[in-house]
């Protein structure tokens, strides 16, 4: 079964299941049936072998049921995505020039450490959903919202933001 075709079903499931619920007022469990199908799809995807998975579409920013590790140079993106994986970025080496940008991190089910020089201007907001976002000095664990600027930022001038969001995974910050 292709990942097309399972998420198609899964839509057409959804809406015929909030029909019932609504139209009949019955009262089933639709988010957890749900959740219960696409653990059971992740699980035979990953029983079939890893050539299964070269149908779904990933770009360079993704990082999907692997591990990767991107550098300043390398990243051309604004936003970046680790889903059932772990991914490092290196932002020690960044240069002012580039400073004045918005990068997004997004983890689902996996981990991301992301490095940053503590002489630089940076604000992150990090949020977490079941999920862990950990800052210097501040940790945010299950649901919540945080903040942290290097001792550089200074919101008047040009500065990078980072914005992190964390769904049952583990977002790290680490200053250097």
Same mark, same amino acid.
């Given at each position: !079964?292709?990942?097309?075709?399972? $998420?198609?079903? $899964?839509?057409? @499931?959804?809406?015929?299941? @909030?029909?019932?619920?609504? #139209?009949?007022?019955?009262?089933?469990?639709?988010? /957890?049936?749900?959740? +219960?199908?696409? $653990?059971?799809?992740?699980?035979?995807? !990953?029983?079939?072998?890893?050539?299964?998975? &070269? /149908?779904?579409? #990933?770009?360079?920013?993704?990082?999907? $049921?692997?591990?990767?590790?991107?550098?300043?140079?390398? !990243?051309?993106? =604004?936003?970046?995505?680790?889903?059932?994986?772990?991914?490092?970025?290196?932002?020690?080496?960044?240069?002012?020039?580039?400073?004045?940008?918005?990068?997004?991190? =997004?983890?689902?089910?996996?981990?991301? @450490?992301?490095?940053?020089? &503590?002489?630089?201007?940076?604000?992150?907001?990090?949020?977490? #959903?079941?999920?862990? +976002?950990?800052?210097?000095?501040?940790?945010?664990?299950?649901?919540?919202?945080?903040?942290?600027?290097?001792?550089?930022?200074?919101?008047?001038?040009?500065?990078?933001?980072?914005? +992190?969001?964390?769904?049952?995974?583990?977002?790290?910050? /680490?200053?250097?």
């Amino acid at each position: !079964m292709g990942s097309g075709l399972f $998420f198609g079903l $899964f839509l057409i @499931l959804l809406g015929f299941a @909030l029909i019932i619920k609504y #139209v009949f007022d019955l009262d089933i469990p639709v988010v /957890r049936i749900l959740i +219960a199908l696409l $653990f059971v799809f992740i699980g035979i995807r !990953m029983l079939l072998g890893k050539s299964v998975f &070269q /149908r779904i579409h #990933v770009d360079n920013n993704d990082v999907i $049921f692997s591990e990767s590790r991107f550098e300043w140079k390398d !990243m051309n993106k =604004n936003e970046y995505n680790v889903i059932f994986g772990k991914s490092v970025f290196d932002l020690r080496d960044l240069d002012s020039i580039k400073l004045h940008r918005t990068i997004e991190f =997004n983890t689902i089910f996996g981990a991301t @450490l992301v490095k940053i020089n &503590q002489e630089l201007p940076v604000k992150i907001i990090a949020e977490g #959903v079941f999920g862990s +976002a950990r800052l210097p000095g501040r940790t945010t664990a299950v649901f919540g919202k945080t903040e942290y600027t290097t001792k550089a930022f200074d919101p008047e001038k040009e500065y990078l933001l980072i914005k +992190a969001d964390v769904v049952f995974g583990d977002f790290e910050l /680490r200053t250097h």
